[in-house]
């Protein structure tokens, strides 16, 4: 969703009418997983995707009918094996996808939820009375925004989504939703470079175009130059203790360290590491790494929160050039990202 709602937004802005299907449950090799999306205009203008390509024909159909109709839709499609080939699949699936209107108070409750520094849950209300059908709920630690539904009501969404890991379908016996699916949105993955070395030209550029946000600390003017690093999020020419405090480190953050000088990685991993972002590395060989493991020991670091750092850092593609070895940390990072819940 993230991807889709700056072009959602651009067309609610030029006044077109915007259907969005989401897909809510998977079975087998499905194409999309659950909670991927797909805006489709009155026009027939449309952004992101539910199938890769296998059923986005149907959905389309469907979204103009809910689009003529204001009325949601719930449909399901399996994917046989023989469409599944023609899209790059080894096997088939199934999907069920909701389609509903998506309105501007729609877009307000996702840029809320995606503004938010911790992961919080949204509910989409499958099946529910009045205004709450096709309704984005945005859910917290103190419960529903949603001040005008029922007590019981809130009590179960609240419930649900504390007790979620991941996200899902869910019955309530709730007097104004019966039926919701729950959506985790999390903070956008961000990648924190400790060192504007050479390394970190191509690691930046890679973690732009997967989605990361990216930020670059280095006290070094010659390494820190918006030439080096164009479009990232923010460049710090400081020292790390001074860099942090400007940041927040949250579970979405990767922090990774390059510069092999002690006098910079040293304070940005004891940072990193009384931190709660989800992956932290450090550049060098076995050996830098064991006289750090030593260093840091020396200065109060336990042995459990030393485990923690991914080193020699990324996977081992075998590669030697910058680029390689910046496609092995990409690599990393992405496989404990997408294996946190697991």
């Given at each position: 969703?993230r991807?889709l709602?700056?072009q959602?937004?651009?067309w609610?802005?030029?006044?077109?009418?915007?259907?969005?299907?989401?897909?809510?449950?998977?079975?087998?090799?499905?194409?999309?997983?659950?909670?991927?999306?797909m805006?489709?205009?009155?026009?027939?203008?449309?952004?992101?995707?539910?199938?890769?390509?296998?059923?986005?024909?149907?959905?389309?159909?469907?979204?103009?009918?809910?689009?003529?109709?204001?009325q949601?839709?719930?449909?399901?499609?399996?994917v046989?094996?023989?469409?599944?080939?023609?899209?790059?699949?080894?096997?088939?699936?199934?999907?069920?996808?909701?389609?509903?209107?998506?309105?501007?108070?729609?877009?307000?409750v996702?840029?809320?939820?995606?503004?938010?520094?911790?992961?919080?849950?949204?509910?989409?209300?499958?099946?529910?009375?009045?205004?709450?059908?096709?309704?984005?709920?945005?859910?917290?630690?103190?419960?529903?925004?949603?001040?005008?539904?029922?007590?019981?009501?809130?009590?179960?969404?609240?419930?649900?989504?504390?007790?979620?890991l991941?996200?899902?379908?869910?019955?309530?016996?709730a007097?104004?939703?019966?039926?919701?699916?729950?959506?985790?949105?999390?903070?956008?993955?961000?990648l924190?470079?400790v060192?504007?070395?050479?390394?970190?030209?191509?690691?930046?550029?890679?973690a732009?175009?997967?989605?990361f946000?990216v930020?670059?600390?280095?006290?070094r003017?010659?390494?820190?130059?918006?030439?080096?690093?164009?479009?990232?999020?923010?460049?710090?020419?400081?020292?790390?203790?001074?860099?942090?405090?400007?940041?927040?480190?949250t579970?979405?953050?990767?922090?990774v360290?390059?510069?092999h000088?002690p006098?910079?990685?040293?304070?940005?991993?004891?940072?990193?590491?009384?931190?709660?972002?989800?992956?932290?590395?450090?550049l060098?060989?076995?050996?830098?790494?064991?006289?750090r493991?030593?260093?840091?020991?020396?200065?109060?670091l336990?042995?459990?929160?030393?485990?923690?750092?991914?080193?020699?850092?990324?996977?081992?593609l075998?590669?030697?050039?910058?680029?390689?070895?910046?496609?092995?940390?990409?690599?990393?990072?992405?496989?404990?990202?997408?294996?946190?819940?697991?």
């Amino acid at each position: 969703m993230r991807d889709l709602l700056d072009q959602v937004e651009i067309w609610l802005k030029n006044g077109q009418s915007v259907a969005l299907a989401t897909v809510i449950k998977t079975w087998g090799s499905s194409p999309r997983p659950a909670g991927a999306g797909m805006a489709i205009t009155e026009t027939g203008e449309i952004a992101g995707s539910v199938s890769g390509g296998c059923v986005e024909g149907a959905v389309i159909d469907s979204a103009m009918q809910v689009l003529k109709t204001g009325q949601p839709e719930r449909i399901h499609f399996g994917v046989g094996d023989d469409m599944a080939w023609e899209v790059g699949l080894s096997c088939g699936g199934e999907i069920d996808v909701y389609i509903r209107l998506f309105e501007h108070k729609n877009l307000e409750v996702w840029k809320r939820a995606l503004s938010k520094t911790n992961s919080v849950f949204l509910a989409l209300v499958l099946a529910g009375s009045g205004p709450y059908l096709g309704a984005d709920l945005l859910l917290e630690n103190s419960g529903s925004i949603f001040s005008d539904l029922s007590r019981e009501t809130r009590d179960q969404l609240t419930e649900i989504a504390n007790k979620e890991l991941t996200g899902g379908i869910h019955k309530l016996e709730a007097p104004e939703i019966q039926e919701a699916f729950f959506h985790k949105v999390q903070p956008a993955p961000e990648l924190i470079l400790v060192g504007g070395v050479h390394i970190a030209i191509p690691l930046a550029s890679f973690a732009k175009t997967v989605g990361f946000e990216v930020t670059v600390i280095d006290p070094r003017r010659l390494f820190s130059t918006v030439d080096r690093f164009p479009d990232i999020k923010l460049l710090l020419t400081e020292w790390p203790e001074g860099a942090f405090q400007k940041i927040s480190i949250t579970e979405s953050s990767a922090i990774v360290m390059l510069t092999h000088d002690p006098k910079i990685d040293d304070p940005a991993l004891k940072i990193a590491l009384n931190s709660p972002a989800f992956y932290v590395g450090a550049l060098g060989s076995r050996k830098t790494h064991q006289k750090r493991i030593e260093r840091l020991k020396d200065a109060g670091l336990s042995q459990s929160r030393l485990d923690q750092i991914h080193a020699p850092v990324g996977l081992n593609l075998g590669g030697k050039t910058s680029p390689e070895i910046a496609l092995g940390i990409m690599a990393e990072i992405l496989q404990v990202w997408y294996g946190r819940d697991m």
